[in-house]
């Protein structure tokens, strides 16, 4: 029996890298109907053109259908994966750029700009959760793909949605360690652990054998310019972060490049309009080189193995963001964590993890109060939590950039945050204001 997989952001520019996922994967994952989704045509009208191409040219037999209508995509999808960008990337450079005026670094899923994208995110992925529970199949599955994942994915459980957080940090460090050990990368496993984008490899195995000393003995250079992180951290944590933790690890050094001008969000955007210009071209039914510099490296195999087990009930395992429910130590239930699982029809059953060391647990229990603070936050419009979480968020912290920062968000993403017009805020002189569009 064939499925319908609904791609909700059809548009972006990741999506010929799935769609070509799904049509090797035709083996496990029999799609008879994938629709993409987008409400800005513009965009959509090239990302599918290619995509039908990719689909061709690899035989794919199913109906592909590009739409503007929610109801459309998501009537009767087995499988909705989501993978929006609210505001597009012009707000991005705003998350990244806006923190950097009060002294704090700017990126699109940690610290503040993930916060702010959060704020935006949230709640229009909680009405598209809402109308997947009324109209798509029984026991359909939202795999979110939308950073910052851990706080999207944590929304969504704490509704009661039937949802899977993915990201493809993990499967890119397993190809990474793969890479420098010269060994198949379905030999390797990650002894994965953490919430999304604050994650630590705390033992890599190949066919069973912890490998993590070879890797830090033997290539510990390599790993140190791949991570901008210094090999003697890795050293001294006997782990290897993702990338994203030298924001932590890094905090002033990143904030004195970004302020140089590295800002990734002006990358993108020049990565994007050339991407789109060759999903223009009639000729093209490959996936263009100049994908692999958009960052979403792998992720259609993550994406696909993924809704291709939950399809099957293979029983394999997979790192995803779901509720710990007892497999991290020292962690609530309720709280969402990215480590493996085994993946059936069921859905995902995490794996026991070690207890986290001091060094590890205090940032993540920090992080994860962040995120309990963000959710709040973006479902109520309360300008108090939002201060709040700001506050918890170990890249801001001070209260006079936290209120500043969110007056400079509500500013400038008035379109998109129309929830918090309404509500009072305190300005940085702590008078009690009500914020209304200037």
Known sequence: MSVKIAVIGGGSTYTPELVDGFARFTDRLPVGE????????????????????????????????ATGSLEQAVEGADFVVVQ??????????????????????????TGAGGFAKALRTVPVVLDLAEQVAARAADGAWLVD??????????????AGHRAIGLCNVAIGLQRKFAGLLQVDPGRVALEHVGLNHLTWERAVTVDGRDVLPDLLDGHLDALSAHLELPGSLLRDLSAVPSRYLRFYYRTA???????????????????EE????????????????ALARRGGTHYSTAAVQLIASLYDDRGDVQVVNIRNDGAVPDLPDDAVVEIPARITSAGAAALPARPLPPELLGLV?????????????????DHRSAVLALMANPLVRDREPAVALLDAFLREHERTLPGFWR????????????????
């Open 145 to 158: 793909f939308t950073n910052p994942v851990g706080i999207v994915t944590q929304a969504l459980m704490d």
């Open 274 to 289: 050339e991407l789109l210009a060759l999903y223009r071209d009639p000729a093209l039914d490959t996936k263009p080189a």
């Open 84 to 109: 929006l960008r609210v505001g597009g990337q012009q707000a991005r450079l705003l998350d990244e750029t806006l923190p950097l005026e009060v002294g704090c670094v700017g990126q699109e899923t």
């Open 34 to 65: 994938l629709v993409l989704h987008d409400i800005d045509a513009a965009r959509l009208e090239p990302v599918a053109g290619v995509a039908g191409r990719i689909l061709a040219r690899q035989g794919w037999t199913g109906r592909l259908t």
């Open 365 to 381: 229990q920090q992080v994860k109060s962040y995120e309990r603070l963000a959710v709040a936050a973006a479902r109520t419009g």
């Open 423 to 438: 509500a009072p805020s305190r300005t940085r002189s702590g008078h009690e204001s009500v914020s209304t569009p200037s």
């Open 253 to 271: 050094g990143m904030l004195d490049e970004q302020r140089a001008g590295r800002i990734r969000a002006r990358e993108v955007q020049a990565i």
